[in-house]
């Protein structure tokens, strides 16, 4: 394969190669959001249960704590579903991360294959200038026997 036409599609792998690190981020960016909501949750759940507790201790009519309870399940559903997102914005970001990873993998392939192509085109080079510098060499001796 020509060199021109190698070093033109390591430029096309890097630019699908920034696109997949930019989702990349915007995935981690996602799980690292949906983690902190579910943390947040997590922690007004704690927080009620102690109001709840406390307010308990206290007395309370069972109709109130019913409705304390009532709402503790739905944060408990709420808990469940945030930790749904989680997950998948976890496999998401993961998902992303392997494409990018398999992307470098490729584009490196390619570079290590302009290099080996570089490394021919020098060495041929090389080869035609010493092969110059003998004829030269043959030349200038043919001059000072004759």
């Known amino acids: 394969m020509a060199l021109a036409q190698l070093q033109l599609l390591v430029k096309v792998q890097q630019e699908k190669e920034d696109k997949l690190q930019a989702q990349y981020r915007a995935a981690l960016q996602n799980y690292q959001s949906m983690q902190q909501k579910y ?42 579903a945030q930790q749904q997102y989680v997950q998948q914005a976890k496999a998401n970001a993961d998902q992303r991360l392997q494409q990018l990873l398999a992307m470098q993998k490729k584009r490196k392939a390619m570079e290590i294959l302009i290099e080996r192509e570089l490394a021919e085109i020098q060495r041929k080079a090389d080869r035609q200038e010493q092969k110059m510098l003998d ?12």
């Open 39 to 80: 943390q947040g949750l997590a922690d007004y759940r704690i927080e009620y249960v102690q109001q709840t507790q406390s307010r308990g201790q206290e007395g309370m009519a069972s109709r109130q704590f019913n409705q304390y309870l009532n709402f503790i399940g739905k944060l408990d559903a709420a808990l469940t």
């Open 135 to 146: 004829e030269i060499a043959t030349q200038q001796f043919f001059r000072r026997v004759s």
